[in-house]
């Protein structure tokens, strides 16, 4: 069965204050890993995929990395705007896509 | 939002009774899809679509029905509402390209409270 793990389940920065998030899959066949970004009452927005292992996408503070079992949110030097829930998705071989449940970042000023 | 609409975004109902989410694009996306998002969970399946009349279930389809008749609009039916069934409802598309691109844009989300 295909599992997606999400660390640390929340994350409070202070502005400024570089860090990285966690997704940790299993899954037979992995087609793409898909990191989403989700605000309070609103539905996920999309971020970056990634195909194969050492793949890395950027988009202003947020890059993200691949490696055969994890991938991860590097966010620098982040701003209060960039808080948010930060969701991982993987993509089975079958098309099955599974979600992580999240990562919450809060970043104070 | 991708060009995704969901209706209603709110709404409470009682136990037993019949429920109709909708979701409307304006992408022409091919594929369509219904999930559910709870607390501690992430979103799970519940039905897609990949094509007018063309639907399957999901990872947690017990209780729900689907149709579409329309490329544009996805229909989510509850069709005896349980208090089980209070969640957030995301209607997501997606078009696979040749090339393999798999991303799905979600839209806003359906706050349903079953009482």
Known sequence: ?109 | DAGITQSPRHKVTETGTPVTLRCHQTENHRYMYWYRQDPGHGLRLIHYSYGVKDTDKGEVSDGYSVSRSKTEDFLLTLESATSSQTSVYFCAISEREARGAYEQYFGPGTRLTVT
């Open chain 1, 1 to 109: 069965e295909d599992q997606v793990t999400q660390s640390p389940e929340a994350l409070r920065l202070q502005e400024g204050e570089s860090s990285s998030l966690n997704c940790s899959y299993t899954v037979s066949g992995l087609r793409g890993l898909f990191w989403y970004r989700q605000d309070p009452g609103k539905g996920p927005e999309f971020l970056f995929t990634l195909y194969s292992a050492g793949e890395e996408k950027e988009k202003e503070r947020l890059k993200a990395t691949l490696t055969k079992k994890e991938s991860f949110l590097h966010i620098t030097a982040p701003k209060p705007e960039d808080s948010a829930t930060y969701l991982c998705a993987v993509l089975s071989g079958d098309y099955k896509l599974s979600f992580g449940a999240g990562t919450t970042v809060t970043v104070r000023a």
